[in-house]
């Protein structure tokens, strides 16, 4: 399972890292994705990154919200800036292989002040 880290609360305005470890590594033939749930909403995709290092995003959060790798440690990553209060909820990550998806247990992300 994937394990996740890097929530917390922040200001509105303020910048988040959230970080993905995959464990076993990334061999080959996969895709991320970060969703989002908000309160009382169903989760949603925010963007995707593929095992090119191609990446899609939610229109809703383009250009705000960025997702990079590092293969090397196995390690996803979304950048969360300019942070409001509706972007408040819990964050997942979910990898796709060939054995196929596996989210990781979410991390809180709270925008407040």
């Known amino acids: 399972q994937p394990v996740e880290s890097g929530g917390g609360l922040v200001q509105p305005g303020g910048s988040l890292r959230l970080s993905c470890v995959v464990p076993?590594?990334?061999?080959?033939?996969?895709?991320l994705a970060w969703y989002r749930e908000l309160p009382g909403k169903m989760r949603r995709v925010l963007g995707t990154?593929?095992?090119?290092?191609?990446?899609n995003y939610a229109a809703s959060v383009r250009g705000r919200f960025g997702i990079s790798r590092d293969i090397a440690t196995s390690t996803f990553y979304l950048q969360l800036n300019d942070l409001r209060p509706e972007d408040t909820g819990v964050y997942y990550c979910y990898f796709v292989d060939d054995s196929g998806g596996t989210w990781g247990q979410g991390t809180q992300v709270t925008v407040s002040s």
């Open positions: 990154i593929a095992e090119d290092g191609t990446t």
């Open positions: 076993g590594g990334t061999p080959g033939g996969y895709s």
